[in-house]
């Protein structure tokens, strides 16, 4: 039983999956269908944390939106999500970074990662 599960699961994974790290702002790009139409919805914002392993990994990225903290969990394998793009690095030492959803203005900021 417990094999049958793992092929499956490999053959709903991705082939190549985007490199990014907790902290970094990322720009998603998720397919939306309304109706009969498909388009691709960008959403832009920090990364705060990376859960899961395999095909359960999970990404959640948070964006102000007019003054609102809004935040998306997105499966990493998902057939929804078409690309993750890195706008900039950060640079944190947490593995979560629960503390930006009450901080609000500069505080609320990343440092970007010099390279």
Known sequence: ????????????????????????TVRVSAKIKEGNRERTQVFEGTVLKKQGSGVRATFTVRKLSNGVG?????????????????????????AKLNYLRSRTGKAAKVKELVR
């Not at 049958?4 to 902290?23: C, L, R, T």
């Not at 998306?72 to 640079?91: A, C, D, F, N, Y």
Request: aromatic share 4%; no cysteine.
């Open 1 to 24: 039983m417990n094999n049958i599960i793992k092929n499956i699961e490999d053959a709903q994974m991705k082939a190549e999956v985007p490199q990014f790290k907790v902290g970094d």
């Open 70 to 94: 809004v935040e998306k969990t997105w499966p990493l394998h998902s057939p929804i999500v078409e690309k993750v793009e890195v706008v900039r690095l950060g640079k944190v030492r947490r």
